[in-house]
């Protein structure tokens, strides 16, 4: 009979431990998905940041006036589809690295405007055309990298910045490598936005990984006193 009794003890205490547990990991899963939504929110609102949006329409506004009508209807429609690019992809967890690479150049071209050239780039892939349009990527990654370099370094107008960006595309990966050449990189290394950017960043990339295993890699290495490489490996998703 004790035997009995103590089985069935056994069997409840093990019962309720398991419930306890199953709870708990239902907490944690709804809590990530809570953090999930709030980064989207906050990612839009770092893209649809209002300096940024001012500046860029305030340098339309001035082709116009300029009588440059041309340059202006073409800068013009490419912030049009850069918001509503960044409004889309609000609710979507993958993009079409085609799109990708796109709205990239679009969001860099218009920045570089915004700050009278204080900086300029290059965007290379390494692939075919046809494997850039299949392939589709995690969102809120690379545009939420380049806010984050450009807005810090930007801030306090370091002349003579300059970013060469190299995709290559393989079959289960795609590869981001993002070369900052500065006239000061000791100086940029010590900026203090710059460190919080990537650190935030950082908190983005592990929490996508905690919620979708994506096993998203990253890297940040010093190459010269004028060079920096960023290295990102995302999953390709398709």
């Keep these: 009979m004790l035997s009995a009794i103590a089985s069935i003890s056994a069997i409840k205490i093990k019962s309720a431990r398991d419930c306890k547990a199953l709870t ?22 770092s893209q649809l940041n209002p300096h940024f949006v001012f500046n860029a329409l305030n340098s ?29 992809q609000l609710g979507q967890e993958s993009v079409s ?24 780039f290059d ?3 390494q692939e075919d055309p046809k494997k850039i ?3 589709i990527i995690p969102s809120l990654v690379v545009q939420t ?13 370091q002349k003579g910045q300059h970013f060469e ?23 940029a290394n010590n900026l203090s936005g710059y460190r919080e950017g990537i650190l935030q960043w950082e908190e983005q990339i592990n929490l996508l990984n905690t919620v979708k295993g994506y096993n998203i ?9 004028q060079k920096r490489l960023i290295t990102i490996e995302l999953p390709r998703l398709l």
């Design 24 to 45: 708990e990991e239902r907490e944690r899963l709804i809590q990530m998905k809570e953090e999930m939504v709030e980064l989207k929110f906050r990612t839009l609102s």
């Design 60 to 88: 339309i506004q001035y082709f116009v006036t300029s009588e440059k009508k041309k340059l202006a209807m073409e800068y013009l429609s490419m912030f049009s589809k850069l918001i509503r690019f960044y409004l889309g």
């Design 97 to 120: 690295l085609k799109d990708e690479i796109e709205m990239l150049h679009s969001y860099l071209t218009l920045q570089k405007l915004r700050y009278d050239g204080l900086f300029d």
């Design 123 to 125: 965007i290379a892939v």
């Design 133 to 135: 349009e299949e392939a």
């Design 145 to 157: 990298l380049f806010e984050n370099i450009i807005e810090s370094v930007m801030s306090h107008q």
């Design 165 to 187: 960006v190299l995709l290559k595309v393989g079959s289960t990966s795609v590869t981001l490598e993002v070369v900052h050449n500065s006239l000061n990189m000791k100086s």
């Design 217 to 225: 890699t990253n890297s940040i290495s010093t190459l010269s006193d």
